[in-house]
């Protein structure tokens, strides 16, 4: 998924928040629901009061046999809204399922509509929220404290993984330590750090994060560990 710096992108995007949890990919065939990660791991069973839900919306709301992938993201709400990730075993029966898009076979009506109708009134889903302009949106993230946004077109069709993030974060707390040269596609990936955050960089101008040694960068994406990047691990911990 694209990042980009917050700004209004047009009237053609709408804005949903952006959710820090687990990505689903949730598949019901008409008679069998499966709940997968952006992974391909199969998580039906940790999430089972989530499958447990959704199965029941398919079977009473969905086109008999009817072919359907739903995308959302599986979070965990704490105080205020905000998600509380990565999660603790005990979370797994408190999270809910936020509905991003939905691709019913054979039925490619509004979709955003149809998310509504199936989701609402539930207990354990929800339908990701949206705001049709920007400055709407970002003034609620920075009021609230949220990660961020997600735009999106508001014709496009289905896609996975789609939208460009906006995410709130203070650049001003961050500095570049090292990066790395990709020469193959003449790009590079800059790791920098910052009070308890470790972060990563990808900029297509080499020159300009050489330059940026010890300042601050432009763009920056949360990294969850340094599993990744182990030539950083070192730097990172000091």
Request: proline share 2%.
């Amino acid at each position: 998924m694209e990042q980009r710096k917050p700004q209004d992108l047009g009237e053609r995007y709408a804005y949903e928040l952006k959710y820090d949890g687990t990505q689903a990919q949730v598949f019901w065939d008409g008679g069998k629901l499966t709940i997968l990660t952006k992974a391909g791991i199969d998580r039906t069973e940790r999430f089972n009061h989530l499958a447990l839900e959704l199965e029941k919306v398919c079977r009473e709301k969905l086109p008999e046999n009817a072919e359907t992938l739903i995308v959302g993201e599986i979070v965990k709400f704490g105080g205020g809204g905000k998600c509380i990730f990565p999660f603790k075993k005990e979370d797994f029966g408190l999270t809910k399922l936020i509905a991003f898009d939905i691709k019913i076979k054979g039925d490619y009506s509004v979709r955003r509509a149809e998310l509504k109708r199936l989701f609402g009134g539930c207990l354990h889903i929800e339908v990701a929220h949206r705001y049709e302009s920007f400055k709407d949106g970002w003034a609620d993230v920075l009021y609230n404290g949220y990660e961020g946004l997600v735009a999106k077109l508001k014709d496009a069709s289905f896609q996975l993984d789609y939208g460009i993030k906006m995410k709130n974060l203070e650049d001003k707390d961050i500095v570049i330590v090292n990066y790395e040269e990709n020469k193959l596609n003449n790009t590079i990936t800059a790791i920098g750090q910052g009070g308890e955050r470790t972060v990563i960089y990808d900029q297509e101008a080499i020159e300009q994060v050489k330059a940026g040694l010890g300042k601050i960068a432009i763009t920056i994406e949360n990294l969850t560990g340094t599993k990744r990047f182990p030539k950083f691990k070192k730097i990172v911990e000091g």
